[in-house]
């Protein structure tokens, strides 16, 4: 296999990533010009490894969460019997988005207390919208004679919805994941206001110290992340597409 | 033996299907043909029940064919749908297993009946097996949406214009090919079309449809010679109807005494071709040879002019 340049740079950019977390001290020359009067250049109030850790966590659980439910909601919305759901479904979820986190978060700890639990709150509610939306297009645009090929060769509703339309819609489903997940990666480290452990720490303690240094390792990771999940993620879509001839070689 | 018994079909106000009846026998080849939205697609749903009728029965071997539930009804149709309807995340093979394997057989089993399938239309199974539809080309789909629907061998065989997408080289393939399979196991074949040459070709029966009406259900000799409307008479083409006639027999049938010279025609060419081929080398008779190539006489213009004459009714 010919290693071409995109894989090159991804798999450099994740190996200079793995190699900040673990020592992150090797970096200090890059970052001291960042930093006055003898502060501390790496982050020195917990691991980065750690909070990177906590960070994917929270928004691995908050995603799993919308993921569920917001694919289940559209296959219910999408059967016969749950039709007429369709609207109301649609504008609930719709509140989700618009309602900003920050609010989201100020109105869940009085609920539940401070820490983890709020940030997955918000987090969940705002991954929602984008998987819905998706699913939802997935599920209603598959192509008629498909559709009917199923029905056709005698599966029952729920043969159809596992083996046919699923499958078909899933590519379209993994991208609105995929943006859930990397809106969700940034709007997680507000969380440390109502003090959850994600990276948003060493954001806020830059902020505080007013250190840059600490502000940009804390905002390149969480970028970095990003962008790195965001690109394995439409591979899959990709993959996927490729395999049931949506999308051509390229 | 498939009865349809007074089948209507509206959707809101409009008719789609209005008070259809037919009886299809069995091991037979019934076309249904009509000009687009007439009702074609929708009457053949109701067998299977894709379609449920405003009004009406449909029997299949004398059972009202609502006593199954809909999708084990469906199992035992094969159903050929217009515009293949492949799935595109599935193979070929998998494509073609899907019948069985609802009906949950084994695995050897739907692997052995897979291959014979891919075989008996000509395509190589280790090739073609793990391709994906997308992979094939447009006859090849066609065949393999054929193949899914005859797998789980049906006894009923639903085909909504099967071949409506193919050039005119694989399509009378593709008829050949039909018409060999519907002899070898028997099927009961309904089949959709707005093609009359086809329709005449293999059809034992042709049911012709306008604007949701049965104008006429007859032989394809019946339907030639004594149009039930001007419509039918029209969908016949005046022009070409008596060599449309003369294709519904065998060069055998037309057979006198006596011998001619030239190139022979095999007695099971038809009778249109015989004639055809008389025209074009300007002779006045030609010889006619049996499968085993033994001369059995001869077939002459004369004879086969007077053939293609209006049938006395
Ligand atoms: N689900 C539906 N709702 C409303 N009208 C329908 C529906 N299905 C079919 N029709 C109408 O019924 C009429 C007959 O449709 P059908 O598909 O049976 O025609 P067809 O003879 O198969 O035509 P074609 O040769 O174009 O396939 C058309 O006018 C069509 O618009
Ligand atoms: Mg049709």
């Given amino acids: ?250 | 033996m498939i009865e349809i018994e007074n089948i209507t079909k509206r959707y809101g106000a409009v008719t789609v299907v209005n008070d259809v009846s037919l009886v299809v026998q069995p091991r037979t080849i019934t076309v249904i043909v009509g000009t687009s939205g007439s009702g074609k697609t929708t009457l053949m749903r109701m067998i299977n029940r894709l379609v449920e009728p405003t009004a009406g029965v449909i029997k299949l071997d004398g059972e009202d064919n609502r006593t199954l539930p809909g999708y084990e009804l469906r199992r035992r149709i094969g159903y050929a749908i217009q515009g293949h309807g492949l799935f595109p995340h599935r193979t070929v093979a998998q494509n073609i297993a899907v019948v069985p394997e609802l009906l949950g057989w084994d695995k050897a089993k739907i692997d052995a009946r897979v291959r014979e399938l891919l075989a008996l239309f000509q395509l190589d199974p280790e090739t073609f097996g793990p391709r994906y539809p997308h992979e094939l080309s447009g006859g090849q789909q066609q065949r393999i949406g054929v193949a899914r629907a005859l797998a789980a061998e049906p006894n009923v065989l639903l085909m909504d214009e099967p071949f409506g997408a193919l050039d005119p080289v694989i399509r009378s393939k593709a008829q050949e090919d039909l018409l060999a399979i519907q002899k070898r196991f028997g099927t009961t074949i309904i089949l959709v079309t707005h093609d009359m040459e086809e329709a005449i070709h293999l059809g034992h029966k042709i049911a012709v449809m306008d604007g949701g009406n049965l104008l006429q259900y007859a032989t394809p000799a019946e339907i030639l010679a004594n149009p039930a409307t001007d419509f039918v008479a029209t969908l016949v083409g005046t022009g070409d109807r008596p060599f449309r006639f003369l294709s519904l027999s065998p060069a055998g049938d037309a057979v006198e005494p006596g011998t001619a010279e030239g190139e022979a025609i095999p007695a099971s060419a038809t009778q249109r071709d015989a004639l055809a081929e008389l025209l074009w080398s300007g002779r006045p008779a030609l010889p006619v040879v049996n499968e085993a190539g033994k001369a059995i006489g001869r077939v002459t213009v004369d004879g086969l002019v007077k053939r293609a004459s209006r049938p006395a009714a």
């Fill in chain 1, 1 to 250: 296999m010919k290693l071409r340049l995109p894989t090159i740079l991804r798999i450099g950019i994740l190996a200079l990533l793995i190699v900040f977390l673990l020592r992150p001290d090797w970096f200090e020359p890059i970052f001291r010009p960042l930093t006055q009067n003898n502060a501390p250049v790496i982050y020195n109030q917990g691991s980065l490894l750690t909070l990177t850790l906590l960070h994917l966590r929270t928004v691995a659980i908050a995603t799993a969460g919308a993921t569920i439910v917001a694919v289940a909601l559209a296959i219910l919305v999408t059967r016969p019997f749950g039709a007429e759901f369709l609207p109301l479904s649609r504008s609930l979820v719709n509140i989700g988005q618009t309602f900003p986190p920050v609010a989201v978060l100020a109105l869940a700890v009085p609920a539940v207390g401070f820490g983890e639990k709020p940030t997955l709150i918000a987090l969940f509610l705002y991954g929602l919208l984008p998987i819905f939306e998706n699913s939802l297009t997935g599920l209603t645009t598959l192509p008629p004679t498909v559709t009917d090929a199923a029905r056709g060769v005698g599966m029952t509703g729920w043969q159809r919805l596992v083996k046919v339309e699923l499958p078909l819609a899933m590519p379209i489903i993994l991208a609105g994941i995929r943006l859930s997940v990397t809106i969700n990666l940034a709007t997680a480290t507000i969380g440390s206001t109502v003090a959850a452990k994600t990276l948003g720490e060493v954001i806020i303690a830059g902020l505080q110290s007013n250190n840059l240094s600490f502000v940009l390792q804390g905002g390149l990771i969480v970028g970095v992340l990003a962008v790195m999940i965001y690109d394995g993620l439409s591979a899959m879509e990709r993959f996927i597409s490729r395999r049931m001839g949506l999308l051509q070689q390229s």
